[in-house]
């Protein structure tokens, strides 16, 4: 492998053994050696036993590693329940066992500020950053009307938090009115006589009042500090807020979990929230690609929508909590409304309809759709999910030179793709399709599809064992989905915008012109190396330096082949309700839908 | 191997409930005692009202000094009217306590009192004897009954007499339907129902409606509703499984205990309905283990389309995957559900009926 980090040298390890443990589906995969590269072997998937009759994670891993078993033969525990490590001769244990998880509650916030587009966003983007619900926002500025202490006090008792996360003031700017929602959460807490339900407070506000904050808490209240979320009015440090909420998730949501101890003890790595390993996985990628450009992943779960993103080293994670292809569907429909999701639908569909059928799903969060109208459904929903986990988390990256075009995402080299409704899409032109749906990526990317939903924990994998992860990754780990080509700029409809002419490595080639408002897929299977040669039109963008610019690149097939997006950006779905349903029955059938 | 989810729907069983408080209490049963639906078996004090009185800005004092002037401290029980600081001198100036409650912070010049809680009072719900204290949270209670579990509920408690008001799984509840004779009684309809029975529901002082389906567009008026509701099968216009209708019909006439508590994570909690049978039962009546594997002759349920709702028994588990009308690949089972032939079910879509 290159890249721009060097990695030490290791000792090699064989077989690893891979579980995520997510709010509805446990997944455990085998990757193993084969010839000297890793191979995938087998994966089993069950849903979750957090809850009644098992209570006990441990036993829904326990139970994905049984398909495995079943399907290859191979023993991973003892007659004592212990996983074998390292493997044994005779088809027996592994050398390495890696865990995530986001089956646990979200961490509960009461988030506390001075102005809303300022120290509140910050401490909304930092919230953001692990699993977290925030369940109530106190804000200095009056937009919300001006509420009395006694009012501010009840607003947070009634939200029964885990944290109160107290932000507000540059440093050395305002006091008062910081210190006022200081003695308000204090005065809440003393509300709250079980000292175990007592809630912490994170203070990330105006870094001179940290004494005069502690002193006021008096020790009668766990304190947390960090930096100051807002140092400035235009600087930004999220980061330290983001890692105090995110050690308390650990300790308090995903730590209570049954059975985790349990396989905590089966990892030398230890386990990680399934969010934050996913993020390390992009960082890792990014790494490894042009640091001109940015890495971004996608996981959209049962229960939570995951953005990471990787600009110019800095990794920016951004979980949505209250997003899920099952839970918080109810609250979702009340604030976006049930045609958002209905408009992505290549057929007609009742409102009542879809409302019905995705407020089942949270009730039996595990199922599946049957029928081909409740996966365009889900689909659908997906496209919104991510649609609106991205509106959360753009604000925050910092993309520098990969942001060519304002309002429109950066340049982005790679987008890795993760989640049940990604990976299980049925064909997977409806995977690419979601996410270039979604995301509206510009320039050349390659969408990675986590198959497995297993990248992150080996991502997990790579703090210890960082060449058997990078092996892994190319070995099973993730699959190409399609390289996708998008050309920005503006032209009639039909009009030719790219010449586009690949030269496969086994010989051969195909020339194509694409038009205005095409979506069009050029054959290249997965393991076929290509030389791909644009020559936009009319100055339009394909992020080769430029409008107009064309130019040569490498790339590699993947499941979908070649994407050209010629769709526009952004994109337009046409409004009239049967013409739009023929245009995406069309864009389906283009990807092989 | 696969672990489906399960859900109770029996004729006959022994039931053991936890009857919980949201918050630590006293509990009020011992092990052994026998319980009625409307006994206490625990009560709690709920978080109350509370007043913050600004003692220093009232007194026109620092409020170090306002510390000084304090009567009450952390702790003191005070009366509505109570004097809980005082300036003395010229301008001698009192501050009184706006609550009768208790001080529960002082500090900054303020001082922080409860209002005295409202009692929350948790009854049993249910016949049968306490077999189990849970140490300042509640009991274990001990039943005989049939049980018909449910997937959506509206958080609230009943109990009366069992009314069948539709004579097929698949009739919906109709507001003339809900008469006199309904009068503290627990109803049973079959596939939705109209807005309309909401306020005959009130005024007929109904304690419960089991239903298959509930319309999306009644899920806020259903929240309100202060009677239990528990839709068997979900949102939309969904008749209520074949066997679940036939225990609830059966059972007409009998007094049932409906709870409408449903919690989706976290502790799963499944709104169910309750009916104790005077049958000295000592086993359950079905023959399914509790978390145990999917396996040939199970009675299951179908959760998605095309056959939501049906339920029948596994009559076959394939080894591999089949490919289903989305085009996805995916191991299931074969189900008899009473047609020609079984149906191929993907293994996500069951839901095993024990």
């Known amino acids: ?593 | 191997m696969y672990y489906p989810s399960q859900s109770q729907a029996t004729p006959l069983t022994v039931v053991r409930r936890e009857r919980v408080l949201p918050v630590p209490g006293q509990v009020l049963v011992e092990i052994g005692d026998r319980v009625d639906p409307q006994q206490i078996v625990a009560e709690a004090a709920l978080p109350g009202e509370f007043r913050i009185v600004p003692v220093a800005r009232l007194l026109s004092v620092s409020p170090r000094r306002a510390a000084r002037m304090m009567r009450v401290k952390p702790g003191d029980a005070v009366e509505a009217g109570q004097v809980i600081a005082m300036r003395r001198g010229l301008s001698r100036l009192a501050v009184r306590s706006p609550i009768a409650g208790r001080v529960t912070a002082s500090g900054a010049g303020r001082v922080l009192i409860e209002a005295d809680s409202p009692t929350l009072q948790l009854p049993a719900n249910l016949y049968g004897e306490v077999a189990a204290v849970i140490e300042g949270l509640g009991a274990v209670i001990v039943s005989r009954g049939a049980v018909v579990q449910g997937v959506w509920g509206n958080g609230a408690e009943g109990f009366g007499v069992l009314r069948c008001l539709v004579k097929s799984p698949d009739e919906p509840l109709l507001a003339k339907m809900v008469d006199a004779s309904c009068h503290g009684a627990v109803l049973v309809g079959g596939t939705g129902l109209e807005e309309g029975v909401f306020e005959r529901a009130v005024e007929m002082d109904v304690r419960g409606i089991v239903l298959g389906g509930l319309p999306a567009a009644l899920l806020a008026r259903a929240r309100q509703t202060r009677c239990a509701i528990v839709a068997t099968e979900g949102i939309g216009a969904l008749p209520m499984a074949t066997p679940l209708f036939r225990i609830l019909s059966t059972n007409d006439g009998r007094e049932a205990a409906v709870n409408g508590s449903m919690r989706l994570r976290a502790g799963v909690v499944r709104p169910e309905v309750i009916i104790p049978l005077p049958a000295e039962a000592t086993s359950t009546s079905s023959t399914t283990e509790i978390g145990a594997p999917l396996a040939v002759g199970m009675r299951v349920r179908i959760v998605r389309a095309p056959h939501l709702g049906a339920t029948g028994t596994v009559a076959a588990l394939p080894p591999r995957a089949r490919s289903i009308e989305t085009g996805a690949r995916v191991r299931g089972a074969e189900v008899d559900i009473g047609l020609e032939a079984p149906v191929f079910v993907p293994l996500a879509n069951l839901e095993v009926l024990y």
């Open chain 1, 1 to 593: 492998v290159t890249g721009k980090k060097s990695m030490p040298e290791e000792q090699r390890i064989g077989s690893i053994l891979l579980a995520d443990c997510g709010t509805v589906t446990t997944k455990a995969v085998l990757l193993d050696r084969v010839d000297g590269e890793y191979h995938f072997i087998a994966c089993g998937e069950v849903p979750t036993t957090a809850e009644f009759p098992w209570a006990d994670v441990s036993i829904g891993i326990r139970q994905a590693v049984e398909a495995i078993t079943e399907i290859t033969g191979r023993r991973f525990f003892d007659a004592g329940g212990n996983l074998i490590c390292p493997e044994r001769a005779g088809q027996e244990g592994v050398d390495i066992f890696a865990a995530t998880i986001s089956a646990s509650q979200p961490l509960q916030v009461v988030l506390s500020g001075l102005v809303r587009d300022l120290s509140v966003a910050s401490g909304e983007r930092a919230a953001a950053g692990t699993y977290s619900l925030v369940k109530t926002i106190l804000a200095a500025d009056g937009r919300d009307g001006v509420l009395s202490e006694e009012e501010r006090v009840r607003r947070i008792r009634d939200a029964a938090p885990d944290v109160i996360c107290i932000v507000g003031g540059t440093d050395g700017g305002a006091a008062t009115p910081v210190l006022e929602f200081v003695e308000a959460a204090a005065l809440a807490c003393a509300l709250i006589e079980d000292g175990n339900t007592r809630p912490r407070i994170l203070f990330a506000g105006n870094s001179r009042l940290r004494e005069r904050v502690a002193s006021l808490l008096d020790g009668q209240i766990e304190l947390r500090v960090a930096d100051n979320v807002r140092p400035t009015l235009t600087e930004e440090s999220v980061y330290g807020a983001q890692a105090e909420l995110d050690a308390l998730y650990v300790s308090e949501k995903m730590g209570r979990l049954p059975g985790v101890d349990t396989v905590s003890g089966w990892s030398p790595v230890p386990l990680a929230p399934t969010a934050r390993a996913f993020g390390r996985l992009v960082h890792y990628l990014w790494y490894l690609g042009d640091p001109s450009r940015g890495v971004l992943g996608v996981d959209v779960g049962g229960a939570n929508t995951v953005v990471a993103a990787a600009f110019g080293g800095q990794l920016h994670t951004t979980v949505r909590s209250d997003l899920g292809t099952a839970f918080g569907i109810e609250r979702f429909l009340q604030q976006r409304g049930v045609e958002r999701i209905l408009r992505w639908l290549p057929e007609a569909m009742p409102a009542e309809e879809a409302q019905g059928l995705l407020l089942n799903k949270e009730l039996r969060p595990a199922s599946i759709p049957q029928v081909l109208r409740e996966l365009w459904l889900e689909q659908a929903l997906a496209r919104e999910l991510i649609r609106s986990a991205l509106e959360t988390a753009q604000p925050g990256w910092k993309p520098g030179a990969a942001q060519v075009h304002p309002r429109l995402l950066p340049l982005c080299d790679t987008i890795v793709v993760s989640g049940g409704v990604l990976a299980h899409a049925p064909r997977p032109g409806q995977a690419a399709l979601i996410v270039l749906d979604a995301l509206e990526p510009i320039g050349i990317t390659t969408l990675v599809l986590d198959e497995h939903g297993l990248a992150p924990a080996l991502g997990n994998v790579a703090l210890v064992k960082p060449l058997a992860a990078v092996e892994a990754l190319d070995g099973g780990g993730l699959v190409n989905l399609a390289t996708v080509v998008t050309p920005v700029g503006r032209a009639r409809r039909g009009e030719t915008v790219l010449s586009v002419r690949i030269s496969y490595d086994g010989g051969g080639s195909v020339e194509v012109e694409v038009h205005y408002g095409d979506l069009e897929v050029l054959p290249l299977p997965p393991g076929q190396q290509a030389t791909l040669e644009l020559r936009p039109l009319h100055r339009f963008d394909v992020g080769l330096g430029g409008p107009g610019r064309g130019g040569k690149r490498r790339v590699s097939g993947g499941l979908v082949g070649l994407i050209v997006d010629a769709r526009g950006r952004p994109l337009r779905l046409l409004a009239h309700p049967e013409r739009r349903q023929q245009q995406l029955r069309q864009w389906l059938l283009d990807v092989g839908g």
